[in-house]
């Protein structure tokens, strides 16, 4: 395959917090073109894209195979990052599949595919560890790869394995979520001695770049990437050297932690269209449980040394990632980072999450 295959790329999930990034690192320098798929075109962050130039928007939704053609039809390439909590596990799982095989029949090049890690299974599949979202996704991962084996000459597939957001570290209406206390910025989570291999948005545009650069390397790779592993002891003790400011964190048990500000959300379903009658559909007590299960006990590692190779210049460490953030913050007049924390700040903040900003509303 050529190393340029890939001019105009079909883009779905173009307007989430993944997206958004991604897209703008691939038109910055007009080498690519992207068509970006949106259900509300006039929406905040579809118009972000645009601003970008290079930049086009597809009204539609990705649950419909006719729109899925039609954004695909013209494309070289794709990237594809479904949202899972908008369609739940059941209905993500059969998107992705038609995703992948739609892209194969209408001619694209190269497919990338935005992907979790499929906990259950690196777990030793201990239903402790079932996250609906992280195992709907990896599953299909897996199942593209394996398709790659017959396909890859026709149409060349990677898999791009993320993760929690760094960004959802310091954001309100997040699992992760931290409390001003008493002067002291609190994270109350039941994470216990594990790490999270927290991912940085911005770098997120670089490996997805690097993925479409790169087709030779990258046909058949499965891509994870992250910060690192980010203990929360640690993180506390990086934003006081950062802020000046008093921080900690206070493992907290699950109990506890679902009657604290989840609390109204625990016993809705995890993807909002999800019905809530199927017994295949996880609520969002179950979901996270399982989520925070897999950071608890270390279920999931990264290879730094191959993230240094494709990113010489990436986020290493948590520290670095505050500092950079601090500093964005005041460029942007937003404030010091210690400012944007706090609650009455942090709640009337830009939603990070499109779950937040869609108020868990908006059709298939």
Same mark, same amino acid.
């Given at each position: 395959m050529s190393s340029q295959i890939a001019s105009r790329i079909f883009v779905v999930g173009g307007t989430g917090a993944q997206g958004l990034p991604v897209i703008r690192t691939l038109v910055a320098d007009g080498k690519y073109s992207v068509r970006a798929l949106s259900r509300d075109p006039d929406s905040r962050r579809a118009k972000a894209l645009l601003a970008l130039g290079n930049v086009s928007i597809l009204k539609g939704s990705f649950a419909d195979e006719a729109i899925l053609r039609e954004g695909f039809r013209g494309c070289d390439g794709a990237y594809i990052n479904l949202d899972g909590f908008n369609t739940g596990e059941k209905t993500e799982i059969y998107w992705a599949i038609r995703c992948y095989e739609i892209a194969?029949?209408?001619?694209?090049?190269?497919?990338?595919y935005g992907n979790l890690d499929y906990a259950l299974k690196k777990a030793g599949y201990d239903s402790r560890f079932r996250t609906g979202h992280y195992d709907g996704k990896g599953r299909i991962g897996e199942w593209i790869l394996f398709q790659n084996q017959t396909n890859g000459d026709r149409m060349g597939a990677a898999v791009f394995t993320t993760g929690p957001y760094m960004e959802m570290a310091i954001s309100a209406m997040t699992p992760m979520m931290p409390l001003v206390e008493d002067g002291v910025l609190t994270w109350r989570v039941p994470l216990g001695n594990g790490t999270v291999p927290h991912v940085?948005?911005?770098?997120? /545009? $670089?490996? !997805? #770049?690097?993925?479409?650069?790169?087709?030779?390397?990258?046909?058949?790779?499965? *891509?994870?990437? &992250?910060i690192e592993q980010v203990g929360y002891q640690k993180l506390?003790?990086?934003?006081?050297?950062?802020? /000046? $400011?008093? !921080? #900690?964190?206070?493992?907290?048990?699950?109990?506890?932690?679902?009657?604290?500000? *989840?609390?109204? &959300?625990?016993?809705?379903?995890?993807?909002?269209?999800?019905?809530?009658?199927?017994?295949?559909?996880?609520?969002?007590?179950?979901?996270?449980?399982?989520?925070?299960?897999?950071?608890?006990?270390?279920?999931?590692?990264?290879?730094?040394?191959?993230?240094?190779?494709?990113h010489p210049n990436r986020i290493r460490t948590v520290e670095q990632w505050l500092r950079l953030e601090d500093e964005?913050?005041?460029?942007?007049?937003?404030?010091?980072?210690?400012?944007?924390?706090?609650?009455?700040?942090?709640?009337?903040?830009?939603?990070?999450?499109?779950?937040?900003?869609?108020?868990?509303?908006?059709?298939?």
């Amino acid at each position: 395959m050529s190393s340029q295959i890939a001019s105009r790329i079909f883009v779905v999930g173009g307007t989430g917090a993944q997206g958004l990034p991604v897209i703008r690192t691939l038109v910055a320098d007009g080498k690519y073109s992207v068509r970006a798929l949106s259900r509300d075109p006039d929406s905040r962050r579809a118009k972000a894209l645009l601003a970008l130039g290079n930049v086009s928007i597809l009204k539609g939704s990705f649950a419909d195979e006719a729109i899925l053609r039609e954004g695909f039809r013209g494309c070289d390439g794709a990237y594809i990052n479904l949202d899972g909590f908008n369609t739940g596990e059941k209905t993500e799982i059969y998107w992705a599949i038609r995703c992948y095989e739609i892209a194969l029949e209408e001619g694209i090049r190269f497919f990338v595919y935005g992907n979790l890690d499929y906990a259950l299974k690196k777990a030793g599949y201990d239903s402790r560890f079932r996250t609906g979202h992280y195992d709907g996704k990896g599953r299909i991962g897996e199942w593209i790869l394996f398709q790659n084996q017959t396909n890859g000459d026709r149409m060349g597939a990677a898999v791009f394995t993320t993760g929690p957001y760094m960004e959802m570290a310091i954001s309100a209406m997040t699992p992760m979520m931290p409390l001003v206390e008493d002067g002291v910025l609190t994270w109350r989570v039941p994470l216990g001695n594990g790490t999270v291999p927290h991912v940085a948005l911005d770098d997120c /545009g $670089h490996y !997805a #770049r690097w993925l479409f650069d790169h087709p030779e390397r990258a046909n058949g790779m499965a *891509l994870e990437v &992250a910060i690192e592993q980010v203990g929360y002891q640690k993180l506390a003790e990086a934003f006081e050297r950062v802020t /000046g $400011h008093a !921080a #900690r964190y206070i493992d907290t048990d699950l109990d506890t932690y679902w009657n604290g500000p *989840l609390k109204m &959300a625990a016993r809705l379903p995890a993807g909002y269209n999800a019905d809530p009658n199927d017994k295949s559909t996880m609520s969002f007590r179950d979901n996270f449980t399982g989520f925070w299960n897999i950071w608890k006990h270390n279920v999931i590692q990264r290879d730094y040394a191959l993230l240094d190779e494709i990113h010489p210049n990436r986020i290493r460490t948590v520290e670095q990632w505050l500092r950079l953030e601090d500093e964005r913050g005041r460029q942007q007049r937003k404030g010091s980072l210690w400012e944007r924390v706090q609650t009455d700040n942090l709640l009337k903040s830009t939603p990070l999450l499109k779950l937040t900003e869609d108020g868990r509303k908006g059709a298939l």
